[in-house]
């Protein structure tokens, strides 16, 4: 082989060296670039401000100043390239590119925290827990449950929000809870995992004292009652059920009278201003103090059901695993106990 040969060879060799170490030298600056403007809590911001709605909200649930929020905002911004929300004055909406990077950010959090949890044991589990539930649940359900996970699993990090249980489908199906408390009839829903816990009786009551209906019978169809209508929210599951039971006879009560918690509404009722339909756990001491009465209804109402879901594709954390668990083993008693009443 001539030395001219051998000499371009050993160009051509050299030249793509130089591009080689070139390249996997930009590659390592661009890594080096997103770790630095990347970090797990900017991903964690992102998806709070986006739970919370502002950047003001976001701050004060993370613990963080305003500006710290909105660094952490630009430094996604300035990495992906585009803006992640439309700032309209106090109110924050995701853009497109937003939307797009939402569900890979609950993809890294769910990961991160697989990540936490390799080496937690039985007695050490760490974590955080977003539960959603009604209020009727979380004052007449949860609180045993709640008890019993905190004693056992103190480092676990637990937020509870109350809504309705549209709301907290929702919350479980865009990823802003974990776990969902709902009383509804049967769920079906091929993008979540649901553990039916017991059956919510629901009853119409009235006062023992001064109530004079007694019965909700086909005398009362196609009429118009006397007594007002105490009611909570409108996407109630049980608040809908009764005024399609009524509906579908064509009674129609004097007037309705809406409130914002059943604590409210069974003051209201025990003092005569209206009638109730409300879960029978939450006025079984009313009524067996004979502070209420229950009013039959003729052909009584759906079945609705105590349940517990979370999205089919969740990752199932050591922490949200025993927080099922126990949810479980309470909704076991609550068959027992109500089976002998």
Known sequence: MSLIIIHNLLSVKLKYMILSIDYFDTIEARVKKVGEMMEIRHFVTFKKVIETGSFTQAAEHLGYTQSTVTSHIQALEEQIGAPLFDRMGRKVRLTDIGKKLLPYTQEIIDTYGKIESITSDGEDIRGELKIAAPESLTV??????????????????????????????????????????????????????????????????????????????????????SECLIVNEKECSYRRMFEEYLGERGIVPSHIMELWSIEAMKRCTMSGLGIACLPLMTVNDEIKEGKL?????????????????????????????????????????????????
């Open 293 to 341: 009465k229950i009013i039959p209804c003729v052909d009584g109402f759906k079945q609705i059901f105590s349940q517990v879901a979370y999205h089919k594709n969740k990752w199932i954390s050591p922490a949200l695993s025993m927080f099922i668990d126990i949810t479980l083993k309470h909704a076991r008693d609550w068959s027992c106990t109500e089976a002998t009443c």
């Open 140 to 225: 007449y359900r949860l609180e045993p449950i709640l008890r019993e996970y905190r004693k056992k699993f103190p480092h676990v990090s637990i937020s509870l929000s109350n809504a309705t249980c549209g709301d907290n489908k929702r919350a479980i199906l865009n990823g802003s809870a974990d776990i969902a408390f709902v009383m509804l009839p049967q769920l079906q829903d091929s993008d979540l995992t649901v553990h039916s816990l017991v059956e919510e009786p629901i009853v119409l009551v009235g006062s023992a004292d001064c109530c004079p209906l007694n019965i909700l019978d086909k005398s009362y169809e196609n009429q118009k009652i």
